[in-house]
């Protein structure tokens, strides 16, 4: 398996809502990223983790809460977002400081 | 922190011809420089990266160059396709792939 996977593709939600982006990969990759990208602007991290550990943190907003519950799993929780919030979100992974693997993304729009 | 520039913006060519796209950098401890393709509503593929002890290197009609002295490098393709059109994103990181500083993208259109 050499694909990082995220579901779901597309996620609408309101700004009361709580909803988890998920991500996975089989790659035996150590370090997995959140990626946030709007519209024609190249990808911003939010989140990279190490060995399952967080270790960079973008000072994003606390509404937006990262787990990863092991090496190949990677979650990214979501409450009361804003609508400027809505983007594509990318998980990546790589071995430790190579090449990033981006999945497919999640379509979010915040309504 | 790291500040990436890219280079032009959108960039259309005929079919055949080259294309070329250029990134600077401010942080000379960068030693790391991947570049990305993104086709519409796809993700981003790494299609070539070089570390500073390189100055250049090529993978069939793509190519990379590296000035470490003048803080920048290049893309290069050559004999352009159509489906080589995407946005194409340079990218510069002192550790790898653990944090890259990415340029703002270049729109690539190929004209058949």
């Known amino acids: 398996d050499t694909e990082v996977t995220q579901t779901p593709k597309h996620l609408v939600m309101g700004m009361t809502n709580k909803k988890s982006l998920k991500c996975e990969q089989h790659m035996g990759h150590r370090a997995m990223y959140w990626y946030k990208q709007k519209a024609k602007k190249p990808p911003e991290l939010m989140f990279v983790y190490s060995y399952e550990k967080l270790s960079i943190n973008e000072s994003v907003p606390s509404r937006f809460s990262p787990e990863c519950p092991n090496s190949s799993l990677l979650n990214l929780h979501l409450h009361a977002l804003q609508p400027e919030d809505s983007a594509l979100y990318l998980c990546?992974?790589?071995?430790?400081?190579?090449?990033?693997?981006f999945g497919s993304g999640t379509q979010l729009s915040v309504l | 922190g790291e500040n990436v520039e890219q280079h032009p913006s959108t960039l259309s060519v005929q079919e055949g011809d080259s294309a070329v796209i250029k990134c600077t950098y401010s942080?000379?401890?960068?030693?790391?420089f991947p570049w990305y393709k993104q086709e519409l509503g796809k993700r981003p593929q790494l299609i070539i990266d070089i570390r500073s002890n390189v100055g250049e290197k090529k993978d069939q009609r793509i190519a990379v160059t590296l000035n470490k002295t003048a803080k920048h490098f290049s893309l290069h393709i050559t004999e352009t396709q159509p489906e080589d059109s995407a946005v194409y994103f340079c990218a510069a990181s002192q550790t790898g792939a653990n944090n890259l500083f990415f340029g703002t993208g270049t729109r690539l259109t190929v004209i058949p």
């Open positions: 990546a992974s790589s071995p430790l400081n190579e090449k990033l693997f």
């Open positions: 942080d000379s401890a960068s030693n790391y």
